[in-house]
Nanobody, 119 residues
Framework: QVQPVESGGGLVQAGGSLRFSCVVSGDYFSKYAMGWFRQAPGTEREYIAT????????YYADSVRGRFTISRDNAKNTVTLQMNSLKPEDTAVYYC????????????WGRGTQVTVSS
């Protein structure tokens, strides 16, 4: 059973940085693309970034490109999101998700971690 578990959210001032991780239980971690999403109160879930199973390619939403970096360590079943130059509008619950090779949607989701950016 694949289960992502996020850690490392928190409170930070605007302009600051946060880094959090997602550890994924289960086998064949490198067979899963990993993604980060976020959801602010009263809004729909928003796509943030994806990284391929090998880690060779990463993709970002326009809202975070240049500020956020997604990376993974397949030896540790871990995907990381480094967030720099944070803005108050980045405040949300951030979710880690896994997508099986060949799948169109993300199948497995973590419970989320709260990020609050104060102005």
């Amino acid at each position: 059973q694949v289960q992502p578990v996020e850690s490392g959210g928190g409170l930070v001032q605007a302009g600051g940085s946060l880094r959090f991780s997602c550890v994924v239980s289960g086998d064949y971690f490198s067979k899963y693309a990993m993604g980060w999403f976020r959801q602010a109160p009263g809004t729909e879930r928003e796509y943030i970034a994806t990284i391929t199973g090998t880690g060779n390619s990463a993709y970002y939403a326009d809202s975070v490109r240049g500020r956020f970096t997604i990376s993974r360590d397949n030896a540790k079943n871990t995907v990381t999101l480094q967030m720099n130059s944070l803005k108050p509008e980045d405040t949300a619950v951030y979710y880690c998700a896994a997508r099986r090779l060949g799948a169109q949607v993300f199948d497995y989701w973590g419970r989320g971690t709260q990020v609050t950016v104060s102005s």
